[in-house]
């Protein structure tokens, strides 16, 4: 067989990848594009509409009698239904119930006697003979055929909201030495599981084990009144970065030492007695030999714990508070989003704006993590 043809099989590999990365960042780019559509046209037709025309059935309400003018002895309101969507009026009727009732330019007469006009444009005109009672203003229900429309206004909106800037730098001040942190402790703890020899070292990794199962919301509570009593013994306030740092050093242990010390475990034994022959103590050999060799599981834990910590908003508001000036960027976008989240403009722009750093920590830590693969090689003497 010869070698420049490829097994069914690999072709099958090659395209499931393909499919699965399809899938992965399908969402990704609906969001993206999402985030910079029109928010009349977000509401009402999915992404993948973006780029054709959409036909949408819209209900508008027309000024009350303060907006009439007098022209040539008869009274007028006028104005134009479509606002800022652009497009064109195929159909419009005085009711919902009917929004096909007229064709554009076609007049309806009212109850009241006055005289209603949509041109094709949108704009409109109520003509009446004598004044305009005092009232709600007449509804319009019309059809449009709405063209695309893209817009930077939603990302203007979240990015100049009153607190983001700030909330931004808090979510960077928890994020990461919330990621070192546990990394700087899982290293060494990994380390003496994998190769010290001691007393209850495997009740240790059984412990450890044990702890990746227990639910966060059930230790959630119970850790804040303890740190709340160790604070208030040694005098230091309740609501600090210090303790929303211990917080998730002690929720992130647990995965760090297991998946470091799996790692550190199945590196070459002979290294470390290699290295202990030539004097080195166990301190060195950890520093010198362990670490570099680790860093891909190294890296791997941090973009897990940077991403967790990043999107984190329980634990943050039981640790730190809900004040404005303690308050996370995912917390400032929750409130920006109001408490029925209807505001999809925004909930697209600042799901975007919240995924950013984290990209940029991956792809960052990638190139890292390809390079600790490379350097973990061991060359012979």
Not at 60 to 69: C, I, L, N, T
Not at 241 to 262: D, E, M, Q, S, V
């Amino acid at each position: 067989m010869s070698s420049s043809k490829k097994s069914p099989l690999l072709w099958v590999v090659h395209l499931s990848v393909l499919l699965i990365v399809v899938l992965w960042t399908l969402p990704t780019a609906g969001l993206l594009i999402s985030s910079f559509r029109d928010k009349n046209q977000l509401a009402t037709s999915g992404w993948w509409t973006a780029l054709t025309t959409s036909t949408q059935n819209v209900v508008y309400r027309a000024p009350d009698a303060s907006a009439q003018v007098e022209k040539d002895g008869k009274f007028v309101i006028s104005g134009n239904v479509l606002e800022n969507r652009g497009g064109v009026v195929s159909a419009w009727g005085t009711s919902p119930m009917k929004p096909a009732e007229f064709a554009p330019g076609g007049s309806a007469t009212l109850r009241d006697g006055s005289t209603l006009t949509v041109q094709a444009d949108g704009s409109f005109a109520l003509v009446s003979d004598k004044t305009i009672e005092p009232g709600r203003g007449q509804r319009i229900a019309f059809t449009a055929e709405i063209p695309p429309r893209f817009t930077t206004e939603n990302y203007k909106e979240v990015l100049t909201a009153e607190g983001i800037g700030s909330s931004f730098i808090n979510s960077l001040t928890v994020a990461i030495p919330s990621t070192v942190i546990p990394i700087l402790v899982a290293a060494f703890a990994a380390y003496a599981l994998a190769w010290m020899k001691f007393p209850g070292r495997a009740l240790l990794i059984a412990l450890v084990v044990g702890l990746l199962v227990v639910p966060l919301q059930m230790s959630l509570i119970p850790l804040l009144k303890f740190y709340n009593g160790v604070g208030g013994y040694f005098g230091v306030p309740s609501k600090t970065y210090l303790g929303i740092w211990l917080a998730h050093t002690g929720f992130g242990l647990p995965l760090a030492i297991y998946l470091l010390r799996n790692y550190m475990a199945g590196l070459p034994r002979e290294i470390m007695e290699s290295a202990r022959v030539d004097g080195a103590s166990d301190f060195e050999i950890f520093i010198k030999i362990i670490l570099p060799l680790s860093f891909p599981a190294l890296a791997s834990f941090a973009i897990f714990q940077f991403l967790w910590t990043w999107n984190d908003l329980l634990v943050a508001m039981v640790f730190l508070g809900t004040g404005n000036e303690e308050l996370v960027l995912t917390g400032r976008l929750v409130n920006l989003l109001g408490s029925r989240g209807g505001n999809w403009e925004i909930l697209t722009a600042s799901a975007f704006i919240t995924i950013i750093v984290p990209l940029l920590v991956f792809f960052t830590l990638q190139r890292f993590l390809v390079r600790g693969l490379l350097a973990g090689s061991v060359k012979g003497g």
